[in-house]
C-alpha cells in the first residue's frame, strides 16, 4: 500500500530556508510522477514541484522557480524539497503524493487530483 510520511516543515522567518523530507513506503514502478503540493487554510492543493523518477526530470511551478528544489534517492524511496528565501505566502501544510504518468509532468504537476495516496503533511509557517 503506497504512504507517505512528510517532515522537516516548521516556523521560520522570512528569508529563510526549510528542507522538507518524504518517505514513500509502498512505492511501485507505476507511481512515475512524484510531487510535493501545500495547502493553505482554506485552499485546495497547490502544486509545487514535480520530478520524473524514470529520468529525474524536474518541473516547478513559476511561484517557486529559483527558490525551490525538488529531489528524490530512489534507492531510498526518499523525495525532498528544499526551500529557500521562504516569504508569508508559502505558509502551508506541505504534502507529497505520486502519480501515475497520464500526461506530461508540467500538466500533472498542475493536477493534484492526477495524485494518488497523499501523506499528512507538514506544516510550514513563515512568519516574522
Known amino acids: 500500500q503506497l504512504k507517505f510520511v512528510e517532515s522537516g516543515g516548521g516556523l521560520v522567518q522570512p528569508g529563510g530556508s526549510l528542507r522538507l523530507s518524504c518517505v514513500a513506503n509502498?512505492?511501485?514502478?507505476?507511481?512515475?510522477?512524484v510531487g510535493w503540493f501545500r495547502q493553505a487554510p482554506g485552499n485546495e492543493h497547490k502544486g509545487v514541484a514535480c520530478?520524473?523518477?524514470?529520468?529525474?526530470?524536474?518541473y516547478y511551478l513559476d511561484s517557486e522557480k529559483g527558490r525551490f528544489t525538488i529531489s528524490m534517492d530512489n534507492d531510498k524511496n526518499m523525495v525532498y524539497l528544499q526551500m529557500n528565501n521562504l516569504k508569508p505566502e508559502d505558509t502551508a501544510v506541505y504534502s507529497c503524493?505520486?502519480?501515475?504518468?497520464?500526461?506530461?509532468?508540467?500538466?500533472?504537476?498542475?493536477?493534484?487530483?492526477?495524485?494518488?495516496?497523499w501523506g499528512q503533511g507538514t506544516q510550514v509557517t513563515v512568519s516574522s
Open positions: 503524493a505520486a502519480g501515475r504518468p497520464i500526461d506530461s509532468i508540467q500538466t500533472m504537476c498542475h493536477m493534484p487530483a492526477d495524485f494518488d495516496s
Open positions: 509502498g512505492l511501485t514502478l507505476d507511481y512515475n510522477i
Open positions: 520530478i520524473r523518477r524514470s529520468d529525474g526530470r524536474t
